[in-house]
């Protein structure tokens, strides 16, 4: 049986067979948690990975420029 990982959800995968449910956890974790994150970041901006390997929020300009380096 597979549960979700992420601390205080309950999630369990119902599904015939072990395939199907990392198929299940996958989608769950998309909707459920993915998207939970995202909403931190303000609209129009992105969360870049910097070569201190922190994530900083930038705007999507800013992080073209930063990519452009
Ligand atoms: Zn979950």
Redesign the pocket.
């Known amino acids: 049986m597979i549960r979700?990982?992420?601390s205080g959800?309950?999630?369990i995968a119902i599904a015939p067979s072990e395939r199907a449910a990392w198929k299940q956890y996958e989608t769950?974790?998309l909707r459920?948690?993915v998207e939970a994150v995202e909403t931190d970041v303000p609209d129009g901006c992105v969360q870049v990975r910097t070569d201190d390997g922190e994530w900083k929020t930038m705007t999507r300009e800013e992080a073209r420029e930063f990519y452009d380096d």
């Open positions: 979700c990982s992420q959800c309950g999630w769950h974790i459920e948690h």
